[in-house]
């Protein structure tokens, strides 16, 4: 089994940056793919970017191209998202993924973005 915890939410302004973080534990050994999610009050989970473990290769929905960026740290078996230049729309509970079909889910960070 694989445990994530993310952190790092908050409350910011519209133009403000956030860093999010996932720690992971357990059989991180398994997992191949890191990703993030989002949820907005009354929608659907929705991608927001994804990170290949052993090549670095990176996809982002097309929201946030340009403005969020997925990175790793694999010492810490830790995968960040540092998002810039939030926008109000970016507001949403967001989600830390792991392995093949997105086998793993953390908890959650709710990220709140004022206008």
């Known amino acids: 089994q694989v445990q994530l915890i993310e952190s790092g939410g908050g409350l910011v302004q519209a133009g403000g940056s956030l860093r999010l973080s996932c720690a992971a534990s357990?059989?991180?050994?398994?997992?191949?793919?890191m990703g993030w999610f989002r949820q907005a009050p009354g929608k659907g989970r929705e991608f927001v970017a994804r990170?290949?473990?052993?090549?670095?290769?990176?996809d982002y929905a097309e929201a946030v191209k340009g403005r969020f960026t997925i990175s790793t740290d694999s010492a810490k078996n830790t995968v960040y998202l540092q998002m810039n230049s939030l926008k109000p729309e970016d507001t949403a509970n967001y989600y830390c993924?792991?392995?093949?079909?997105?086998?793993?889910w953390g908890q959650g960070t709710q990220v709140t973005v004022s206008s």
């Open positions: 993924a792991g392995g093949i079909t997105w086998r793993y």
């Open positions: 357990g059989r991180t050994w398994s997992i191949d793919t």
């Open positions: 990170i290949t473990l052993n090549t670095g290769n990176t």
